[in-house]
């Protein structure tokens, strides 16, 4: 858990977007937390949808709307121009006190998106919950 002064700084450090140039606090981009899946396998095994552990590749997608064909523009963070001492510091630093949890990066993003296999959609977590959930009330 963070620290209000570490929170407050750790959410107004000034990130560059790759593609449109422009700069904004990193509590206003989007993160994009990855999962892949692992096929049955033996009797029990598999069958399930991995959350990706590490920060680096994980995704943010700028606040500024860079769009590409019509879709958001989302950014591997190690592909972010940041100096890899200093991305390794601010990401490392995030993904240790938040274990990548997704009630813990809400106090650092905006937006927690997800996105199931590489290339796939990548959908707000709380409004996929909310139609799960409106799935399963009966």
Not at 34 to 46: D, F, L
Not at 106 to 117: A, L, N, P, S, T
Request: hydrophobic fraction near 30%.
């Amino acid at each position: 858990m963070l620290n209000p002064q570490e929170l407050e700084l750790t959410r107004g450090y000034k990130v560059c977007c790759p593609n449109c140039h422009k700069e904004s606090p990193l509590s206003d981009w989007g993160f994009v937390q990855t999962y892949w899946y692992e096929s049955p396998h033996g009797c029990m095994g598999g069958d399930n949808w991995w959350g990706n552990e590490d920060i680096m590749q994980c995704l943010l997608i700028c606040p500024n709307g860079c769009h590409q064909n019509g879709n958001n523009l989302a950014t591997r963070i190690m592909d972010l121009p940041i100096q890899n001492q200093e991305k390794k510091w601010v990401f490392g630093f995030i993904q240790q006190v938040t274990m990548l949890s997704e009630s813990s990066l809400k106090q650092i993003f905006e937006d927690h998106y997800v996105q199931y296999g590489e290339g796939k959609k990548i959908e707000n977590s709380e409004e996929k919950r909310r139609s799960e959930e409106d799935f399963l009330d009966f």
